[in-house]
């Protein structure tokens, strides 16, 4: 079974530029959950989607955003790039949602912003 | 205002030893504790829970310990091996919130 992939794996970009990540969920699951990694935060909940829904939100300024397709396939995007949002993001992937230890990783997208 | 703490940027323990890897939380509401591993270049990979109304949940050479009076959860790993070096993270989940709230990570490295 082919596990959680997310493109790209790296990107570099400007301030005030915008980006799109990619994340393509396990097969068969249909929630899709967005972190930031940032030294000394730990991983930080940007959003969940479920059923191309967005079911739950974390405390992420409105330049951050998300959308879910039908098949379950999750974009996250950033506009108006600073500094600040060098992370890597990651993406989850569960059958149902955010429950306990049913949260499947991908390997994230390392962002960086000059 | 962090609501899960992991104190401890890194730890160095010797192979063979025990590792305990420590996290403080401040909601009592949460209704599971977790732990993650991370290795660089990877997502994390979920590693054992335990849920609010337990104290103790063991798998193999990982044991998690919950303090629920003083809001502490640990995971002891014993006898600790090179292969456990990684990023360890401990995450709390509660129903009415619905999502996963991690500490900042303790980076544990096992020396041989």
């Known amino acids: 079974k082919a596990g959680v992939t997310q493109t790209p794996r790296y990107l570099i970009k400007t301030r005030g530029q915008q980006v799109t990540l990619s994340c393509s969920p396990i097969s068969g699951h249909r929630s899709v959950s967005w972190y930031q990694q940032t030294p000394g935060q730990g991983l930080q909940f940007l959003f969940e989607y479920f059923s191309e829904t967005q079911r739950n939100k974390g405390n992420f300024p409105g330049r951050f955003s998300g959308r879910q397709f039908s098949n379950s396939r999750s974009e996250m995007n950033v506009s108006t790039l600073e500094l600040g949002d060098s992370a890597l993001y990651l993406c989850a992937s569960g059958r149902t949602g955010v429950v306990a230890d049913t949260q499947y990783f991908g390997p994230g997208t390392r962002l960086t912003v000059l | 205002d962090q609501q899960v703490k992991q104190n401890s940027p890194s730890l160095s323990v010797q192979e063979g030893r025990i590792s305990i890897l420590n996290c403080d939380y401040t909601n009592s509401m949460f209704d599971y504790f977790l732990w993650y591993k991370k290795y660089p270049a990877e997502g994390p990979t979920f590693l054992i829970s335990?849920?609010?109304?337990?104290d103790k949940n063991e798998d193999g050479r990982f044991t998690v310990f919950l303090n629920k009076s003083a809001k502490h959860l640990s995971l002891h790993i014993v006898p600790s091996q090179p292969g456990d070096s990684a990023v360890y993270f401990c995450a709390v989940f509660y129903n009415q919130g619905g999502k996963l709230i991690f500490g900042q990570g303790t980076e544990l490295s096992v020396k041989p």
């Open positions: 335990i849920s609010s109304i337990k």
